[in-house]
């Protein structure tokens, strides 16, 4: 789950994290409010949509300006303006795609004075099942670009959990920023707060960028990016409050009620798949014979008649999908079981895109059995090479 900015920063804020002061506007008439309540002289203008690139990005509608999702005012009254042009617009950034995100909220910050910008980022190494810091003195970049064109400018390590964040962690911070003096105990101070807030509210990410040093000689962090495990929801009812939803895809937020394991792809071809592993398969091959996958879904090893259903819908309300594929390699997932669960939602919703559906495993007689004497116009396949094949030429007509 992700959270805007203005959000991870009061999370932070909890921890001791220096941050600069700002103001969430919901409403374009809360604008003069919040800058006086701010002072300036300075005001940072920021959109909040979860995607990265906000100030390089671009609104589609004219009246927006031209000025990118970011803006520096240097008045009550053009702080109202720039709140005024970017509510309600919709912003286009590299991580948002074409398409881009409308912009409800706003956080108006606190301007700094700005003497060097640096990266800093926490999260789980998958290897070793340690948190790891990524830094570089090249704040204010893609770190995917820095990591390209100068590699050697980024430096890693990983906390080993049974001694936790130590004073030689904050040095290697320090000495990577090439900080001295009272700026590397800052840095000390602000590595220990910042691993201790990624453990207790169960991140799997969170990145500042940049983080700066201002020209008063003090660390903070000016911008905020965080996510959060989502298995670990249950046990943070205060993070679950931050969720917003209309950043989200509808058909996502419906498979998170039935713990479908949903991502919304740009394809035109519905899978249905239980296993990741499986699924990821699945979407290679279908790519391999020339089109695209709609979504990512994992139904899971032990999913019920209803969630087959559930997914089975979700995947139909999306208007891109010209074709479904189901897979099902059954273990503890009976064949038997997605074959009753696709014919009650073939029924409940119709089918009026071609399906192919796969079965093997345990049930599998069963389980197309169910399927050949549903009545339904359904292709049967072999093999997932056979599945792939056979949706592929029905979408294109063949």
């Known amino acids: 789950m992700n959270i805007h900015e203005y959000q991870a920063k009061a999370v932070l804020k909890e921890f001791g994290v220096p941050i600069s002061r700002g103001v969430p506007i919901l409403k374009a008439s809360d604008a003069e409010a919040a800058a ?38 240097k008045s009550i009254e053009e702080t ?29 910050e ?57 004073a030689h962690h904050g040095r290697t911070v320090a000495q990577a ?45 000016l911008d905020a990016k965080m996510s959060f495990d989502s298995n670990s929801l249950y046990r943070h009812p205060d993070v679950v409050a931050l969720r917003d939803t209309s950043e989200e895809d509808a058909k996502e937020i419906e498979a998170s009620k039935y713990d479908l394991a949903y991502i919304a792809l740009d394809g035109t071809i519905g899978c249905m798949v239980n296993g990741a592993g499986l699924a990821m398969a699945t979407l290679d091959i279908i790519k391999l014979y020339g089109e695209s996958p709609a979504n990512f879904l994992d139904v899971g090893g032990g999913a ?11 995947i139909t309300a999306d208007p891109n999908v010209k074709g479904i594929l189901v897979n099902i390699f059954g273990g503890i997932m009976k064949c038997d079981v997605i074959a009753r669960g696709v014919i009650a939602a073939v029924k409940a919703v119709g089918l009026q895109v071609p399906l192919v559906v796969r079965l ?39």
Request: aromatic share 6%.
């Open 80 to 108: 109202k303006q720039f709140v005024t042009q970017m509510l309600g617009a919709t912003l286009v950034t590299e991580q948002t795609g074409p398409a881009g995100k409308q912009v409800n909220r706003i956080y108006l």
């Open 304 to 314: 019920s008649e209803e969630k087959v259903t559930a997914a089975f819908k979700i």
């Open 177 to 221: 920023l090439g900080l001295k003096g009272d700026l590397a105990k800052q840095a000390e101070k602000l590595v220990a707060q910042l691993y201790t807030a990624f453990l207790a509210k169960d991140m799997e990410m969170l990145e500042i960028n940049p983080l700066i040093i201002s020209k008063q000689g003090e660390l903070k962090c």
């Open 36 to 73: 006086k309540e701010l002072g300036g002289p300075l005001w940072v203008v920021k959109s909040q949509i979860h995607a990265g690139g906000r100030g390089k990005g671009k609104f589609k509608e004219a009246s927006a300006g031209d000025k990118g999702g970011v803006r520096l005012a």
């Open 360 to 398: 093997e495993g345990t049930n599998v007689e069963e389980g197309k059995k169910i399927i050949n004497e549903s009545g339904l116009n359904v292709l049967s396949a072999n093999d997932l090479d056979d599945a792939a094949q056979k949706i592929v030429n029905a979408v294109k007509g063949k």
């Open 110 to 166: 606190d301007g700094s004075d700005i003497e060097k910008e640096f990266y800093l980022s926490l999260l789980v190494d998958r290897e070793t099942s340690w948190v790891s810091f990524v830094v570089s003195t090249e704040g204010g970049m893609n770190i995917e670009e820095v990591a390209h064109n100068t590699p050697e400018k980024i430096v890693t390590f990983s906390v080993d959990p049974a001694t936790g964040i130590m």
